[in-house]
């Protein structure tokens, strides 16, 4: 059984930082690719970050830059660091186990519970 549980969110004042952590569980988590999407209220779901099985990254036209993805594939962690927060980025974050080809990453079925991130002073 998949299972992917995210940890870290919470309130942040803008210029701040979160760090984002999603352990998984039930699957051979070194050889998927995984990713975070988030989730704003009357918005649609849009990519934050994916990496490959092989560690190359993507990330959203959003991030500029903000933004990292890392994975720790002896902890079965993939972690999203959030740097410069802005209001905007306010949302639900969601961990995803999906695939990477051509050069993007593509969102799979198995998704997490979500973890709020709000920026607000």
């Known amino acids: 059984q998949v299972q992917l549980v995210e940890s870290g969110g919470g309130l942040v004042q803008p210029g701040g930082s979160l760090r984002l952590s999603c352990a998984a569980s039930?699957?051979?988590?070194?050889?998927?690719?995984m990713g975070w999407y988030r989730q704003a209220p009357g918005l649609e779901r849009e990519l934050v970050a994916g990496?490959?099985?092989?560690?190359?990254?993507v990330f959203g036209d959003f991030v500029k830059g903000r933004f990292t993805i890392s994975r720790d594939n002896a902890k079965k962690t993939v972690d999203l660091q959030l740097n410069s927060l802005e209001p905007e980025d306010t949302a639900v974050y969601l961990c995803?186990?999906?695939?990477?080809?051509?050069?993007?990453?593509?969102?799979?079925?198995?998704w997490g519970q979500g973890t709020q991130v709000t920026v607000s002073s």
């Open positions: 995803n186990k999906g695939t990477f080809y051509d050069g993007k990453y593509h969102e799979g079925v198995h």
């Open positions: 990496i490959s099985r092989g560690g190359t990254t």
């Open positions: 039930g699957i051979n988590f070194s050889i998927n690719a």
